[in-house]
């Protein structure tokens, strides 16, 4: 059983969260996030999930996968932090994340979904940019695909298993 949390980027403290399926109100909430989940084109993703605060349900991120039969992995579609963490957004504005961890905390949920499926928690997606590439591959381990496509990343066993851990309730109880 996963205990997901992001962290109060002022505070420093643990905020617990929680992964649902994703409401239409979650999808209207993101008209003036870095993309628009209540698009047409977003209407047509699979399994879309939203991370939220556990106290408040307020809306964190947004994250679509599938599982990937033919490569023995859960594959992200998409996934975006809220505009209010969301470094791309806040780099125009000049603003600071409000929270730290939303990616993580996501991922951690895909790997979930990846160990149930009975692919070991590997994970596959692409990197929007060249940034969110090295981020990737820096913060979570995220290793190239091959030369074709750079930005075609994977989370291999090992790496899962680092992400997860961070997130397993008798682990945290332990950090406590």
Same mark, same amino acid.
């Given at each position: 059983m996963l205990d997901l949390f992001v962290v109060d980027a002022v505070q420093g403290k643990r905020i617990p969260a929680i992964v649902d399926t994703a409401t239409e109100q979650d999808l @209207?909430?993101?008209?003036?996030?870095?993309?628009?989940?209540?698009?047409?084109? *977003? *209407?047509?993703?699979p399994n879309k999930v939203a991370l939220h605060r556990r106290d408040d349900g307020e809306l964190l991120g947004l994250m679509s996968y599938e599982l990937d039969e033919?490569?023995? *992995?859960?594959?992200?579609?998409?996934?975006?932090? @809220?505009?209010?963490?969301? *470094?791309?957004?806040?780099?125009?504005?000049?603003?600071?994340?409000?929270?730290?961890?939303? @990616?993580?905390a996501l991922l951690a949920y895909g790997i979930q979904i990846s160990l149930q499926a009975g692919f070991d928690g590997v994970l596959i997606f692409k990197a929007k940019t060249s940034e969110l590439m090295e981020y990737y591959m820096r913060e979570f381990g995220a290793r190239p695909t091959g030369s074709y496509d750079p930005f075609r990343l994977v989370i291999w066993e090992d790496a899962a298993e680092q992400i997860i851990s961070e997130f397993r309730r008798d682990q945290n109880a332990e950090n406590e």
């Open positions: @209207a909430k993101t008209q003036d996030w870095q993309t628009d989940w209540s698009t047409p084109f *977003a *209407a047509h993703l033919g490569s023995l *992995a859960v594959e992200i579609i998409y996934i975006e932090s @809220a505009r209010h963490s969301n *470094a791309n957004l806040l780099h125009v504005t000049g603003d600071h994340k409000r929270y730290l961890g939303i @990616a993580k």
